[in-house]
């Protein structure tokens, strides 16, 4: 669903990513991990046709981009750091203006279920300016799936969470992996995203280091790799 080959970008003299080769099957649930500045979040733009890549391939469903960008745009629904809801506007309002963007068919049925889907059907007519992060960060979901998107795209979600919301989020993505979408996640909670994914991707200095099927390791066997793969790209970096 997702094939990345040789992705480069590249600001003035500042390489970000190096060359990046990441495919992610039809189905298939990735989490992307790496310290800060590693190129995740460059690479999520790139993905959701934010951002141009300086060299490289990038394909979605099959469709080239940028290319083919306005295409790939109606198959992906992406969660970032903003998240796109109007604070004035009620939780309703909010994804009856999406359903709205996207010419959705039985568009006010669609937002009543979405808001269920989320457990927010109780608070439809509340301003989001009232909502907790965690409430926020739930209808942001409800928002980027309204359109039942094949791909969706998260970057890192759990951020300000409190425990008892990063589980309602856990289920909504458990919820959202059965049901057939492919995700890929940004996140830099390492245990938590490897819970929950199909397969990890460690992301250093704008290189894939190394992938692992998250069912063949264990989270401290994990932390461990993280370790020494970072550590041994920083070492290589540092030495003339």
């Known amino acids: ?86 604070g004035d506007l009620t939780a309703a309002e909010n994804l009856d203006f999406f359903a709205r963007l996207y010419r959705l068919d ?25 909502f907790s992060r965690g409430m926020v960060q739930r209808l942001t979901i409800a928002r980027a799936t309204l359109h039942e998107p094949d791909v969706l795209l998260l970057d890192e979600p759990y951020t300000g969470l409190d425990q008892d919301a990063s589980q309602l989020l856990d289920d909504l993505l458990r ?15 390492l245990t938590h995203g490897l819970n929950l994914c199909d397969r990890t991707a460690i992301l250093n200095r704008g290189k894939i280091v190394h992938q692992v099927n998250s069912r063949d390791v264990t989270a401290s066997e994990f932390l461990a790799l993280y370790t ?13």
């Open 106 to 130: 039985n568009s006010s049925e669609r937002v009543m279920a979405a808001l269920k889907k989320v457990g927010l059907f109780a608070r439809q007519r509340d301003p989001v300016s009232t």
């Open 228 to 240: 020494g793969y970072t550590r041994n790209q920083k070492d290589k970096a540092a030495t003339p």
């Open 1 to 86: 669903m997702i094939q990345i080959q040789g992705l480069v970008k590249q600001y003035g003299l500042n390489l970000v990513l190096r060359g990046v080769d990441l495919q992610v099957a039809e189905g298939e649930f990735v989490t992307l991990v790496g310290s800060n500045g590693a190129g995740k979040s460059t690479l999520m733009r790139i993905v959701a046709t934010l951002l141009q890549p300086t060299s490289g391939q990038v394909q979605i469903g099959g469709w080239q981009l940028p290319k083919h960008a306005a295409k790939v745009r109606r198959h992906i629904g992406l969660v970032s750091h903003q998240s796109l809801l109007y």
């Open 175 to 189: 919820q959202e992996h059965s049901h057939g979408r492919t995700i890929l996640m940004i996140t830099h909670d």
